[in-house]
């Protein structure tokens, strides 16, 4: 489902999950948080991207 980079990114954020076998739960504490930080350090101050925010897209676009 997710690459390593993603992996290594949604760890960061301190969500402890195990990848191989992600429950709903998971998924959605996921999804609140990654969107989190997508409001909060995904845009710089002209609303363009960080590589952040396209790291939290990527992973968020898995999730659809």
């Keep these: 489902m997710f690459d390593k980079m ?6 960061s954020l301190g969500i ?12 959605q504490k996921i999804k ?3 969107k989190e ?3 909060k350090k995904g845009f710089d101050q002209n ?3 960080t590589p952040e925010g396209v ?3 990527t992973i ?3 999730l659809e």
């Design 6 to 11: 993603q992996k290594n990114y949604i760890s």
């Design 16 to 27: 402890d999950v195990d990848f191989n076998s992600l429950t709903r739960e998971d998924i």
């Design 32 to 34: 609140i948080t990654v």
């Design 37 to 39: 930080n997508l409001d």
């Design 47 to 49: 609303y363009n991207l």
């Design 55 to 57: 790291m939290c897209q």
């Design 60 to 62: 968020l676009e898995v």
